[in-house]
């Protein structure tokens, strides 16, 4: 690769309307230069954009609105934590390329191009705070560029018709659930969580991030001559995940469980060393109360989010039944009991049971046992669950006692930039998570 590519981001998709400013000069398909507010939707199979007045501009197949020099375009109601706890919308502005592409359903698709480098500085300050320490924004920067360039390789290589859930299995009795992040057919990345984050030129500015980006412009992780697939997610517990309790079934010998710490803790192997693991709370990385250290890793939404190390959630029984109605889609009848039937190395549950007066079921993986047990989801499925017995032996209440917050695998994030606070530098950093691992410029 002897130059960074042009990558495609989805901005919003599947719109009934999508509403925006171009600020500066745009040149649309087959018209001449545009600007102001502007409003695009689809009429018969066509994009129809109209001015501030609703006045028609153009009708066509799809809309390529060419960003002229130091121009930049704003999109209304973006929505932020898809299917998270902190889900919100905002108004966001981005520099490049827009295009506006009907999908056969009615609905639009608002897309931004632009150089990967340029994306990676709005990644690296969106994902993680712009303020955090320099050693770790090159870690995140890159990472982010590991991961983006192995998930076009896989995407390239898989061809078009990717399915957006990757379904092992759904019978009577089990749903095997996990959901990959090559999936996007009209565009190369989604801007939110389920990709990453990416917020545009809001999250710009920073002296620190325009530094990572430049200071590690072309470098990636490889192993064995091939980029990593650099998986992470925000804070591991302690221990981090094996890819295939969250994603396929395969090893991927950078991907495994390895303790966030400079000692060794056991991985969990049973229910018991689940419980100890959990309820403990060991000297990790990521196990920090550095409010002002926090501050400056964590982004203000994810600042919400305190009790991150160690969690508790509960519920009553009604509450939880009807969760999982929503859910899962399954009316249980009365819930009678939740079980741990398989956890992986980290004490994440990659398969559990869940028993009713209708229904018994097996639910995995990782991700979808955390958004069947929550209105959002759970911080991670690494927890206990311990039911509450009324006089009648029906169960009354149900407690999760959780450990981490997301996936686990690869980088974790807060650990990571603690690390980095600590004086690590940002190969040794990388090289702690992913073992066996290179640092490799490539353009």
Request: with cysteine; hydrophobic share 35%.
């Amino acid at each position: 690769m002897d130059k960074q590519p042009i990558i495609s981001v989805g901005i919003l998709d599947r719109q009934a309307e999508v509403a925006g400013c171009l600020n500066g000069a745009f040149r649309g398909t087959g018209s001449g230069l545009l600007s102001g507010r502007f409003s695009a939707k689809t009429v018969s199979g066509l994009i129809l954009l109209a001015d501030e007045a609703g006045r028609e501009i153009g009708r066509v197949p799809s809309i390529r609105l060419k960003a002229g020099e130091d121009s930049t375009f704003k999109l209304s109601q973006v929505a932020i934590g898809i299917r998270f706890h902190w889900e919100r919308k905002e108004d966001q502005a981005f520099q490049g390329n827009l295009a506006l592409l009907p999908r056969e359903d009615g609905t639009i698709t608002a897309v931004n191009e632009i150089p990967l480098e340029d994306y990676l500085r709005s990644v690296i300050s969106s994902e993680m705070s712009a303020e955090a320490p320099p050693e770790f924004l090159k870690v995140h920067a890159t990472l982010s560029r590991s991961w983006l360039l192995a998930a076009l390789a896989r995407k390239s290589k898989a061809g078009e018709g990717i399915s957006p859930l990757s379904q092992v299995s759904k019978k009577e009795d089990e749903v095997c659930r996990w959901y990959d992040r090559e999936d996007h057919d009209l565009f190369d990345v989604c801007a939110d969580d389920h990709c990453q984050r990416y917020q545009g030129i809001r999250k710009l500015g920073s002296a620190q991030a325009e530094e990572a980006v430049r200071a590690t412009s072309g470098m990636v992780i490889a192993y064995q001559g091939e980029i990593c697939d650099a998986r992470y997610s925000k804070a591991c517990g302690g221990l981090t995940e094996d890819f295939a309790t969250a994603w396929d079934d395969k090893p991927v010998s950078y991907l495994t469980s390895i303790t966030d710490a400079p000692v060794s803790y056991p991985p969990v192997r049973s229910e018991e060393e689940a419980a100890r693991w959990i309820l403990s709370r060991p000297e990790v990385y990521c196990h920090t109360t550095d409010e002002r250290l926090l501050e400056k890793i964590l982004p203000s939404f994810d600042l919400e989010t305190r009790d991150f190390f160690r969690w508790t959630v509960e519920y009553s029984r009604e509450e939880l039944e009807k969760i999982l109605r929503e859910k899962s889609g399954f009316d249980f009848g009365d819930l009678q009991e939740i079980i741990p039937l398989r956890r992986g190395s980290s004490g994440r549950i990659r398969q559990l049971r869940i028993t009713g007066s209708k229904k018994s079921v097996v639910v995995g993986k990782e991700l979808e046992i955390r958004r069947w047990l929550s209105r959002s989801h759970l911080y991670s499925s690494a927890f206990l669950v311990n039911a509450a017995m009324g006089p009648r032996g029906k169960p009354e209440r149900f407690t999760f006692q959780g450990a981490g917050w997301g996936h686990g695998v690869g980088l974790c994030q807060i650990g990571a930039a603690v690390m980095a606070a600590r004086g690590f530098s940002a190969e040794e950093i990388l090289k702690h998570y992913f073992r066996g691992v290179e640092i490799r410029k490539i353009y």
